[in-house]
């Protein structure tokens, strides 16, 4: 039995539930860029998980349970973190199928930096600092804290 799911119902899937995120953490004594796609969701759902796993060829799918969290149910996590993947798996798959809705600015910052890493700039400290500028961009949010989308305001 074919499990691979239908590309557009992965994009519309991740549109929904997908992050791309652009990590910076201090290791070493160094600064490292790192870059992740990640889908998380209920403990009931990992068979999703494990089709987009399927289908994009790459990645894996965790169990996640936080004891000190007693409200946070069980869930299941599927990561792609390599970047050998991201590069040549995940970006091309969401260039194919262009994402629809808000993800697709993060996705652009996501291609970016990828490229940034690609050249090695993340190596040193100017380039990380050209990426840390790349992954702080304000997005086009309707974040009601901001004093231009604030509802209702007059």
């Known amino acids: 039995m074919n499990t691979k799911l239908n590309s557009n119902y992965i994009v519309g899937f991740v ?24 889908i998380e969701l209920r403990e009931d759902d990992k068979k999703i998980l494990e089709r987009i796993q399927e289908t994009l060829e790459c990645g894996n799918i965790y169990y996640l349970k936080y004891k000190r969290y007693q409200k946070w149910r069980p869930h ?63 997005s086009d949010s309707l974040d009601a804290l901001d004093t231009h989308v604030q509802w209702g305001a007059v």
């Open 15 to 38: 549109d929904g539930e997908g992050c791309f995120s652009i990590t910076i953490n201090n290791h070493n004594n160094k600064q490292e860029v790192r870059l992740l796609f990640e």
């Open 76 to 138: 299941y996590k599927y990561k792609v973190s390599n970047f050998s993947d991201i590069y040549t798996k995940v970006i091309p798959f969401f260039r194919k199928y262009p994402l629809q809705a808000k993800k697709k600015l993060s996705f652009a910052k996501f291609c970016k930096v990828a490229n940034m890493i690609k050249k090695k700039q993340h190596l040193n400290a100017i380039g990380i600092e050209k990426i840390k500028k790349v992954r702080n961009l304000v």
